[in-house]
Each structure stands twice: as structure tokens, then as C-alpha cells.
């Protein structure tokens, strides 16, 4: 196997490290900064970890409504979960429901997984990554509009997260099915 | 300019004030869905996702009141390391408790894992069935 990995894709997680290294010190001086590159490159040399496939693309133009909106998401729904814990409490009633991706990369499927985590009211039971499928639980997922519902929604979530940093390829399928 | 400076440092005061009760109400929120949830899964939701904004809220109004730049860099470092570990601590326990049937099924909607479950079961069992056989 070939251990080799080109700079282009380690450079992000690089880029992560030396932040985290000025931050903790909380000092952005270049003499620091300079010091955390190296320790930085040494780390990423020794403790080697399988390289993730990136796409090479990234739109901050999609970025950043969809952080912004993201937040926003959060909010709402955290009100929402509260509001269910305090007025249902036991009669909440939820569901499992399969949701089948575009994406076969897995950092994409590791991506839309995390974001409709964080988002309150659902949580990622199972994963099967062979058919890039996430078995979700759902939060007040009472019939099957419901369900189809959180469905149509974590599908939208991974068309803007494609729509950010996908290959061309999926960036090609998502224009075709919005095009009709 | 001095009573420019005096409303601008109540104008933050205030904001500071109104995200630490909200991400303090978020905890609470936390606490009663653990209480209030029938089963595991659904008080996952609660044990997990409103602190992601009430650690926001209080990250924010720490940054606020501090009134030095360098303490933002530390501050959003706190909230990511947040973000990536939240889900997947949530997806760990979530999956080992539907695993060993941690839930209720009656308060379930729909399944649409179980009967994905049942196939790779069986298909399991006709493979050791056949294994046996030789």
C-alpha cells in the first residue's frame, strides 16, 4: 500500500493542527506559529492515519449560509426538543427510518451523519455504508408523513453539503434532479 | 464619546446576560427530557443535542464579557471539539442500545431497521447452518 500521502490532502488537517496549537497557546505570534507547523508536520508523520479521500472542491459562497442556517436549525429545533420534554414526556412517539444517500464517499456520509446529529429531534442509529444508508432515529416521528418528512430533509441536507464539497460528479447528479 | 462607550459595554452586558440564561435553560431542558423520556433512544436527543447551543450560548457570552480578542480562538476550539464528539457519543450509545433492545418498540412509529436486521440474521444463521453441515 501506497503510505504516501500528497500535501494538498494533508494540508487542511495541517492548517486545523497549527490553529488548535496557537489557540491552546493563545498566542498567533509567528515564532509560535512556526514552531506549532513543525510539531504539527511531526505529529501527522507519526501517528499515520489513512488519508480521507477529499473532493479538492470547497464553495465558501454555500458555506456560509448553510453554517449560518445550520445555527439557526439548532436553535429552533433545541426549543422544539425542549418543548417535547416538557409537554409530551412519556407519550413522545418516534420512529426508524431508513434514508439512502447519493454520496458513496464516506467522508460526505460521515458529514450529513453528523449534522443531522446535531440537529435536535434526530440521531443516526446504524449505518450501512456498503449502500451508503443511515438508519435514523427520529424525535416525534408520529406517522408516515412524518417519516417521509425527515427523510426529504436529510436528503436536502446532503444536496448543500454536496453542493459544497462533492465531487463533480455529484455536484452534476444534484443539478439534474433540481433542473425539472 | 464616553457615554457611547458606557451604552455599547450595557448593550453587551445585556446580550451576555440574555445567552447565559438561554444556554443555562438549555441544560435544564436536558435534565427534564432525561427525566420526562420514555426509553433510551429519545432521551438521547435530550442528553445530547440542546447543550451543543447552551455550550454556544455560554461560550459566547464568556467571549463577551472577557473583552479579549484571544480568548475567541480558545473559545471556538471548545465549541468544534464539541460538535465532532457530540454525535458520535450519541450514535455509540444509540446503536449499543438498539443492539440489546434498550427500547420500546410500542412507542416506535415505524422500524425500518429491524426488518434489515432480521434478513442479516437469518442470512447469519443459514451460514452457520451450512457450516456445520461439512
Known amino acids: ?180 | 464619546m464616553i457615554p457611547d462607550a458606557g451604552t455599547l459595554d450595557a448593550v453587551i452586558d445585556g446580550l451576555s446576560a440574555v445567552f447565559m440564561v438561554v444556554g443555562a435553560l438549555m441544560s435544564l431542558a436536558a435534565a427534564v427530557g432525561l427525566l420526562r423520556f420514555p426509553d433510551l433512544l429519545s432521551r438521547m436527543h435530550a442528553a445530547t443535542k440542546p447543550q451543543v447551543l447552551g455550550l454556544f450560548l455560554l461560550l459566547a457570552a464568556m467571549g463577551l464579557q472577557l473583552r479579549t480578542w484571544w480568548v475567541w480562538p480558545v473559545l471556538l476550539v471548545a465549541w468544534i471539539f464539541q460538535l465532532l464528539t457530540v454525535p458520535v457519543s450519541a450514535h455509540m450509545v444509540g446503536r449499543a442500545g438498539y443492539r440489546t433492545k434498550h427500547l420500546h418498540r410500542e412507542l416506535l412509529s415505524t422500524d425500518e431497521l429491524e426488518a434489515v436486521v432480521q434478513k442479516a440474521a437469518a442470512k447469519a444463521a443459514r451460514e452457520d447452518s451450512s457450516d456445520g453441515g461439512h
Request: aromatic share 10%; hydrophobic share 55%.
Open chain 1, 1 to 180: 500500500m501506497n503510505r504516501r500521502i500528497s500535501l494538498r490532502q494533508e494540508l487542511p488537517l495541517l492548517v486545523w493542527l497549527v490553529f488548535v496549537w496557537g489557540a491552546l497557546w493563545q498566542d498567533f505570534s509567528p515564532g509560535n506559529l512556526l514552531f506549532g507547523a513543525l510539531l504539527a508536520v511531526v505529529v501527522a508523520r507519526m501517528f499515520y492515519l489513512p488519508p480521507v479521500e477529499v473532493s479538492g472542491r470547497f464553495n465558501v459562497l454555500y458555506a456560509i449560509p448553510f453554517a449560518l442556517g445550520f445555527l439557526g436549525r439548532v436553535a429552533a429545533a433545541s426549543f422544539q426538543v425542549m418543548y417535547l420534554a416538557v409537554f409530551r414526556g412519556p407519550y413522545v412517539s418516534n420512529a426508524v427510518v431508513a434514508v439512502p444517500l447519493r454520496s458513496r464517499q464516506d467522508l460526505m456520509v460521515t458529514a450529513t451523519g453528523h449534522v443531522i446529529s446535531l440537529i435536535p429531534g434526530s440521531l443516526v442509529v446504524e449505518v450501512d455504508r456498503s449502500t451508503s444508508t443511515l438508519y435514523l432515529h427520529g424525535l416525534n416521528v408520529r406517522n408516515a408523513e412524518d417519516a417521509a418528512k425527515l427523510r426529504d430533509d436529510v436528503r436536502a441536507i446532503e444536496a448543500r453539503l454536496i453542493r459544497i464539497m462533492g465531487t463533480r460528479e455529484e455536484l452534476e447528479l444534484i443539478r439534474l434532479e433540481a433542473a425539472p
